[in-house]
């Protein structure tokens, strides 16, 4: 929190009025004078957990709790259920600490940061985003180009360097993106840097060559330094599905992802599928993407996310 | 005594024929699944509680066949209605014989439209085509480099401006590829989000001026939800001709597809199938279609039984297993049957009557193979009548059929230590013992 306190919210605001009528509009049908649950309203709120990409199992799980908790509620007004329903959506992320953020990168330097991701989801665009708050944050930052197979990586990420004003790493497209990583957390290290972030390519995650050279990254990186990377964050496509279910899951299998991205909220897809992610595997959402611009990203709130998907 | 063995096997074939027909209440439980498997596969909620009423309405009433259930039945019907309904019309692009071919790329931000573009560009030009890439994204960081340097591994050249202007380099575009003796010009855009006003207005105004002869959604496999109003707003603005789903290489359902084929109804054209150029496929509708509803399970089985089994031989078959008349022609047509559906063990579990029991039979697809060839090598009378395959017959049906007198020798006995186990089992009314005494090697 402390490092991105200083973040324009307007912009997500601005984003959920966008798409707030048409949820405005379900939930007062849904609402509007009834004071029993009936199966239609649950059923409406059924329908708003699915279409929030929440998925078939969460959904019914998260409504047969509301049932039980509601059966010795008196008030059973609209409003109540749909508060209950938040209530219990929140309560999947009670499990996540906001860290001491600081302490940790002070404890650490340089602070090796590994994102990782399926292709497209917006990995060097939050590099680009990660690298400006983290300079704004009074920090000496370093790009590691690691995505050494897509066309214009390099140009792409330069750019993003030159827009967050840090130094970049880079080599010839080809080259073994494990040698990137190396020598960027070798020049950080001789340089006295306090934060690395290395990009990678975009992988599928059933692509088995694919996946063991993501690990080769990681162990070549803890190599050199024993305790890094100190964090790997995992670059969800707000748009996705129940996918993203099984690229967190494959993703963890061959590095320790330590935290979620998720991007391109600012668009009308909610991004329900990481409370599953969150429920079962516990690997907190640390930011969300809401644009394009360097400035868009925030801390992830589980409040503001929930509130994202019934917003009144 | 005879009676009430007939009768025996008319009741277990009975159960397996599952209820004669279908009723709301033998099928809730199905459709209640595939609702599930379909939300899971990330069709949109609304686009699978429609199509799942449709296809129950449609189905209400109809005759179960035999050797499988009602589930089975209505999980059959609704594969086929998928894949209709994600097939449809034909998947090939327009061309304007003529004058200029103009397709424009349409899409989401990184759905794949770059790489598609380049993809696009490489098959077409296998058809002689004199192509120009255009880059209209002016905006992402290195997308007109990322489209050269796709242009260039394929040799295709790209044009753009040093203006940050999307329409203009269009028009500039245009003018050159006509200037240039261009045939065909692609057009890559910066991906949008459909709720962004001012890009969408952009999009407007390139399909305006372009009037594109094919215009294309390009949209990831792995969306979720909310890809009925991405290709809703998409299809308002631009009135796109087809869809090109992507990432396939992947391992996400794709029940997108039907959520954007229903509510747009426009033709699946492309899948993209990975990160390399030559990864563009034409779209087949009943792959996809199991992919959605999970595959290799009941639906290929029910698929195949229907496909391939002919009601009238199956109940030929019966007769004959429960006269105990089954010969080696007998034996060939099955093989016949078998080769087409792939795997024996899977047509076994289909004969009625036999069902369950094969599961745990042990049997060699391959060996099937030499065995045909040896059958195939026996006169008609030969395969009616085993009885009269003599040592020379054997070695002439060996050579016949490229195998050895071994081969043929155990085949004969096992063979007729089938038929020996058939009247054993017709006598107690069971056929479990039967396949597992039938090896093939
Ligand atoms: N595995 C796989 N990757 C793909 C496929 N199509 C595109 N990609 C990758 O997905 C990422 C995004 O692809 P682009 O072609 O840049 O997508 P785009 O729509 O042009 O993206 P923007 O211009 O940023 O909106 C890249 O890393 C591509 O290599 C595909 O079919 N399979
Ligand atoms: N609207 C929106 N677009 C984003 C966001 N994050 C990334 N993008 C876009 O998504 C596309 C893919 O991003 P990129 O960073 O190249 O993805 P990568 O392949 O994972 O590195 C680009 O067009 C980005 O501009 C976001 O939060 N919102
Ligand atoms: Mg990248
Ligand atoms: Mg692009």
Redesign the pocket.
């Known amino acids: 929190m402390v490092m991105f306190n200083n973040f324009n919210f307007s912009k997500l605001k601005e984003g959920l009025t966008k798409t707030r009528d048409k949820i405005v509009n379900t939930i007062t049908e849904t609402i509007s004078g009834k004071a029993v649950i009936d199966d239609k309203t649950l059923d409406e709120i059924e329908e708003i957990l699915i279409t929030s990409d929440i998925g078939y199992d969460t959904a019914t799980n998260i409504i047969e709790r509301t049932k039980i908790s509601l059966k010795s509620d008196k008030d059973r007004s609209g409003l109540n259920i749909l508060g209950t329903v938040k209530k219990e959506l929140i309560s999947i992320f009670d499990y996540m600490q906001i860290d001491g953020e600081e302490e940790k990168i002070n404890k650490s330097k340089p602070y090796i940061i590994l994102v990782v991701g399926i292709?497209?989801v917006g990995k060097t665009t939050t590099i680009g985003k990660l690298a400006h708050n983290y300079k704004k944050a009074g920090l000496k930052v370093i790009i590691g180009s690691a995505d050494t197979f897509?066309a214009a990586a390099n140009e792409q990420l330069d750019i993003w360097a030159q827009r967050a004003g840090v130094e970049i790493m880079q080599k010839k497209q080809g080259t073994d993106p494990s040698s990137v990583a190396f020598d960027t957390i070798r020049k950080a290290i001789k340089e006295k840097y306090d934060i690395v972030l290395i990009d990678t390519a975009?992988r599928?995650h059933n692509k088995s060559y694919l996946m063991e050279e993501l690990s080769k990254i990681k162990r070549v990186i803890n190599k050199v330094l024993p305790n890094a990377p100190n964090e790997t964050f995992l670059v969800l496509d707000g748009n996705t599905g129940q996918n993203a279910l099984v690229q967190a899951t494959e993703f963890s299998k061959v590095t320790d992802i330590t935290g979620l991205i998720v991007t391109k909220l600012d668009g009308t897809a909610k991004g329900g599928v990481v409370f599953q992610i969150s429920a079962k595997q516990k690997i907190p959402v640390k930011y969300i993407g809401i644009g394009e611009g360097i400035d868009d990203l925030q801390t992830f709130n589980p409040e503001q996310f929930v509130k994202a998907i019934f917003d009144i | 005594m005879f009676e009430e063995l007939s009768l025996k096997l008319e009741n277990t074939l009975k159960k397996v024929r599952g209820q004669g027909k279908l009723t709301e209440k033998n099928i809730s439980d199905t459709l209640r699944e595939i609702r599930r498997v379909l939300l899971d596969a990330d069709v949109n909620y609304k686009v699978a509680k429609e199509f799942i009423e449709q296809v129950s309405q449609k189905a209400l009433g109809k005759e179960v066949l035999s050797s499988i259930s009602p589930g089975q039945l209505i999980t059959k019907i609704i594969y086929d209605e998928l894949t209709i309904l994600l097939g449809g019309d034909r998947s090939e692009i327009k061309l304007n014989g003529s004058g200029l071919t103009t397709i424009l790329v349409v899409?989401l931000?990184?759905?794949?439209?770059?790489?598609?573009c380049g993809k696009l560009s490489k098959k077409l030009k296998e058809s002689n085509l004199k192509i120009l890439l255009i880059a209209a994204?002016v905006y992402?960081p290195a997308?007109i480099d990322?489209l050269k340097t796709l242009g260039s591994q394929i040799n295709i050249p790209v044009f753009s401006i040093s203006e940050q202007d999307a329409v203009k380099t269009v028009r500039l575009g245009i003018e050159y590829a006509k200037e240039n003796g261009f045939n065909t010009v692609i057009i890559?855009t910066?991906?949008r989000l459909h709720v962004d006003e001012e890009m969408m207005l952009e999009i407007s105004k390139i399909k305006e001026l372009v009037n594109p002869t094919e215009s294309l959604f390009?949209v990831d496999s792995m969306t979720g939800q909310d890809a009925v109003n991405s290709a809703n707003a998409f299809n308002e603005k631009v009135n796109y001709d087809g869809i090109v789903l992507?990432?396939?290489?992947?391992d996400s359902r794709g029940g997108a597809a039907l959520s954007i084929r229903s509510v747009v109804g426009k033709p699946i054209k492309f899948i993209?199938?990975?990160?390399k150029l030559d990864?563009l496929e034409i779209f087949h509708p009943d792959r996809l279609a199991s992919r959605i509803l999970g595959k290799g399970d009941i639906v290929s089985l029910v698929e195949k039984a229907q496909e391939n089994y002919d009601e009238l031989e199956a109940g030929k078959l019966e007769e004959k297993l429960r006269k105990n008349k089954f010969d080696f022609e007998d034996f060939l047509k099955q093989i016949k049957a078998i080769k087409k559906m792939g795997s024996l063990s899977s047509l076994l579990g289909m004969i009625p009557g036999l069902g369950a029991q094969v599961k745990n039979a042990q049997i060699d697809d391959k060996a099937l193979v030499k065995v045909e060839a040896i059958i195939n090598s026996m006169t008609t009378k030969e395969r009616i009548a085993p009885k009269i395959l003599n040592g020379n017959r054997r070695k002439r049906i060996a050579k016949g059929s490229g195998t050895s007198i071994q081969d043929v020798n155990r085949l004969i006995k096992q063979f007729g230590e089938m038929q020996k186990m058939m009247s054993l089992m017709n006598q107690k009314g069971g056929g479990n013992s039967l396949l597992k005494n039938l090896k093939f090697n």
């Open positions: 292709n497209g897509r975009g599928l | 899409g931000q990184g759905s794949g439209k770059t790489t598609f994204d992402r997308a990322q890559d910066a991906g390009v992507t990432k396939l290489d992947g993209s199938n990975g990160e990864t």
